[in-house]
């Protein structure tokens, strides 16, 4: 095996010669752990807001700004035939439409003295619902708060979403899961200082929220408070933006729904970095832990005030500001994702929404070239071949990293397998049934735009791919050197 490193960290690896003795790793099936269940929708994602309706974002952009990127987009056409093509292999699935520019939305028309304001017109809003009419996709919408002043928290009024969910009734357009404000607890890096709600008067304005979506569409869920967390930092400045616990034991209506975002990564974009995207970052074991230390926490709030909710990860990219220019859109950046989805859903997580579908450098489809990117791969492998039961398992090698959940036929389990070495790895089994397929997700290199899937990169034919498209490989209980690997059993 030969490991080369350049001056910026950039890793390019060769497959070794599988005569040597590879490494034994022993994977064993945990019976006496009862398996739990996830939704249905679990593999989830966004399409931000600045790129539905064309606001400032990170294509093209060099820098952030106010939690921004600096570029203008062009509103997102969603009728591109490509486009479509590609979300329909990964339907169904609820479709989150937030971002930063969600307080600062106007919904329909502006106001005279803002001309230059964002808006989401009547055609964006329809064009939405038929978009997630067509590929079974379930809106996940963020309502504005846009209240930028304290002496206006705790007195936020309804009256302009009320106008948008009467045009909706109207139109019998549903919105399945609502949510205020976007990342409410960052309001002071977005906005200025003096711009941050505080946990009880934000609480009031919650519950204000809750009665008023009740009222106008009762089969909504509600999701809050959709806090960020940041790697090593959680929720950063105390005691101003540390608001989760103390919102959730305030407010007084009940959630549906506990969300949160995490990037366990800051792009080149962002002001500050906790944990740069780096190509060693992305690919230490170790990077993808604070996940479960910060949904851990997340969990006991959410025990303790609010029991009857799920929880949610609303919103999550390999980086934030945009994700990391070539990393996000690479075969690297897989890795986490991958170990995300499992780890999510090992720990009762039931919905993970990846930011973004498309936009950004760490979309599953690139906007300009509309191709997908290695994430959309694993993703559509994910939804293919991983269902709903979650069983526990153990790896003896903690670079070897090992999920399994129900497959989508009755019978049947999926194991995942990811290996974060630059070695083969022998897979010993134990508990498993007779394994029946597999299938192996590698690249040419690590920063690679294209994978291989069994040695074969995916094609498209009339729009669709199919796992029977892909050769089968032999039934030595062998992973390549840095792959990602789903391995079905009959048991």
């Known amino acids: 095996m030969t490991l080369m490193t350049s ?16 490494r034994q790793v022993t994977v064993s099936l945990n019976t006496a752990q009862s398996p739990h269940t996830i939704d249905p929708n679990y593999l989830s994602f966004s399409i931000d807001i600045s790129v539905l309706a064309g606001g400032l ?16 987009a062009t509103p997102l056409d969603l009728q591109q035939s490509k486009f479509n093509k590609l979300v329909k292999n990964l339907g169904p699935a609820y479709l989150r439409i937030g971002g930063s520019e969600a307080d600062k939305l106007h919904y329909f028309n502006a106001l005279p003295e803002q001309p230059d304001a964002l808006v989401l017109s009547h055609a964006m809003w ?18 504005k708060y846009g209240l930028f002043r304290q002496s206006l928290h705790g007195h936020w009024q309804p009256d ?25 607890n960052a309001y002071w890096a977005f906005h200025g200082l003096s711009s941050q709600p ?42 101003i933006s540390n608001l989760t616990a103390t919102f959730l034991a305030s407010i007084k209506e009940p959630l549906d729904i506990v969300d949160w975002h995490y990037y366990p990564f800051q792009s080149s974009r962002s002001p500050v970095k906790t944990r740069p995207a780096t190509l060693k970052n992305l690919l230490s074991y170790k990077s993808f832990l604070d996940y479960e230390k910060y949904l851990s926490q997340l969990t006991r709030y959410r025990d303790r005030f609010q029991p009857q909710a799920q929880i949610w990860t609303g919103e999550t990219g390999s980086a934030q500001c945009g ?74 090698d903690p670079e070897v990293l090992v999920y399994c959940h129900s497959a989508k036929k009755a019978g049947k389990c999926t194991l995942l397998i990811i290996n974060m070495t630059p070695y083969p790895k022998r897979i010993q089994c134990q508990g498993f049934g007779v394994k029946k397929k597999r299938f ?33 490989l032999s039934k030595l209980n062998l992973v390549s050197p840095y792959s990602i690997n789903f391995w079905c059993f009959s048991i």
């Not at 001056?7 to 590879?22: G, I, Q, W």
């Not at 974002?57 to 203008?72: H, N």
């Not at 997630?132 to 309502?143: D, E, G």
């Not at 997700?441 to 074969?456: P, Q």
């Open 7 to 22: 001056d910026r960290t950039r890793f390019r690896f060769y497959k070794p010669k599988l005569t040597r003795n590879p």
């Open 57 to 72: 974002w990170w294509d093209g952009s060099q820098k952030s700004s106010k939690g921004l990127g600096t570029q203008k």
């Open 126 to 143: 329809d064009a939405l619902h038929l978009f997630c009419q067509r590929h079974q996709l379930a809106l996940m919408f963020t309502f």
């Open 160 to 184: 302009e979403i009320q106008t948008l969910l009467k045009y909706s009734n109207d139109h019998q357009q549903k919105i399945a899961v609502c949510e205020l404000g976007n990342e409410l």
């Open 198 to 239: 505080l946990a009880k008067n934000l609480a009031k304005d919650y519950d204000r929220f809750i009665r008023t979506i009740r009222t106008h569409s009762p089969d909504s869920k509600i999701a809050g408070p959709g806090s960020a967390f940041w790697p090593r930092i959680g929720e950063t400045i105390r005691p």
């Open 323 to 396: 994700g990391e220019r070539h990393l996000s859109d690479r075969f690297a950046s897989s890795f986490w994702w991958a170990d995300q989805l499992g780890r999510g859903a090992r720990l009762g997580q039931q919905v993970m929404v990846r930011q973004s579908l498309i936009g950004g450098d760490y979309a599953l489809i690139n906007k300009e070239s509309m191709k997908p990117n290695p994430d959309y791969w694993l993703s559509w492998l994910w939804k293919k071949l991983m269902g709903d039961t979650v069983f526990a398992v153990n790896s003896n």
């Open 440 to 472: 192996e997700m590698t690249a040419d290199s690590l920063t690679a735009k294209k994978i291989r899937i069994n040695g074969s990169k995916p094609k498209f034919n009339a729009g669709k791919v199919k796992l029977k498209d892909f050769p089968t």
